[in-house]
C-alpha cells in the first residue's frame, strides 16, 4: 500500500484490477478511489501485466506516467475494454451523480467509449435518492455562464460558480463549472435532459444508465452491487 491508499481504497483497487486482462485498454477515472487504482494497476505493470489507458484528468494522466502506464488518447484505440472511476452519489439503480472533481465532461466521454464501467466508492457514496447530498455539478461554456445560470435557475436549479483561488475553476476541457443546488431528485432523467438542451452546456453531473457495476468498500470488505437487467 502507498501512501494515500486507505485499507478500504486499496481493497476496492484490488478488487477492481480482477476485471482487467493482460492487453487491455483501459480508462482511468478521477478522484481518490480511481486513484488508488491508477496506483495498484501500476504496481501491477511492475509485475508483468501490459495495458494502454486513456485518463479522464490531467492529474490522472499525470499519476499514470508517475508509475509507468503507457497513455493513450481516444483516436489511438477502436474502443475501451473497462473503465474504472469513483462516484460522488450512488442510487439504488446505479445511477450517479459525479464531478465534484470537476473532470465530468471528460468522465463521461470515456464511460460512454467504453465496454464496462465499474465504479468504486465508499459506502458513505450510497444514497436513497439522487440529489441527496444537494449539489449536481454542469460544466457550462465560459461564453454562455450568464445565460446558463439563468436557465439553470428557471429550472428550480441554485446554481453556484465553481472558484478556485478566487478565480472561476476551469476544467481541463476549458469549462467552468456550475454547482447547482438541488432537492433530491424524483425524475434524474427529466432533469438531465432540461439541463443538457440549454445551449451552452457542455456535460451534467448525472451519469445515468452508465454503470455496470458498483463496487462498495466497507470496512467487512467488498461488496458488489450490479445493474438490474
Known amino acids: ?27 482511468l477515472g478521477s478522484g481518490r478511489a480511481a486513484s488508488a487504482f491508477v496506483r495498484a494497476l501500476g504496481r501491477r505493470l511492475g509485475e508483468g501485466l501490459r495495458v494502454r489507458a486513456v485518463p479522464t484528468s490531467e492529474a ?11 497513455l493513450v488518447g481516444l483516436d489511438d484505440v477502436a474502443g475501451i475494454d473497462v473503465t474504472v472511476d469513483g462516484a460522488d452519489e450512488v442510487d ?50 465560459p461564453f ?18 465553481r472558484n478556485a483561488g478566487g478565480q472561476p475553476f476551469v476544467s481541463d476541457g476549458g469549462s467552468y463549472i456550475l454547482d447547482c443546488g438541488v432537492d433530491q431528485i424524483r425524475e434524474p432523467r427529466r432533469l438531465d435532459d432540461s439541463i443538457r438542451a440549454i445551449p451552452g452546456v457542455a456535460g451534467t453531473g448525472l451519469f445515468l444508465d452508465i454503470a455496470d457495476r458498483v463496487l462498495v468498500g466497507e470496512s467487512s470488505g467488498v461488496r458488489e452491487l450490479r445493474r438490474a437487467p
Open 92 to 141: 439504488p439503480h446505479l445511477d450517479l451523480i459525479k464531478g465534484y472533481g470537476g473532470a465530468l465532461v471528460r468522465e463521461k466521454v470515456v464511460a460512454a467509449a467504453s465496454h464496462e464501467v465499474i465504479i468504486v466508492v465508499g459506502s458513505e457514496k450510497l444514497v436513497p435518492v439522487l440529489g441527496s447530498r444537494g449539489i449536481v455539478p454542469v460544466a457550462v461554456l
Open 1 to 27: 500500500m502507498t501512501t494515500g491508499d486507505d485499507p478500504i481504497l486499496a481493497a476496492l483497487a484490488m478488487r477492481a484490477l480482477e476485471s482487467v486482462r493482460d492487453g487491455a485498454v483501459v480508462g
Open 144 to 161: 454562455a455562464l450568464g445565460f446558463c445560470r439563468r436557465r439553470l435557475a428557471a429550472l428550480g436549479c441554485r446554481p453556484q460558480l
Open 60 to 70: 490522472t494522466g499525470a499519476l499514470a506516467r508517475q508509475y509507468g502506464i503507457p
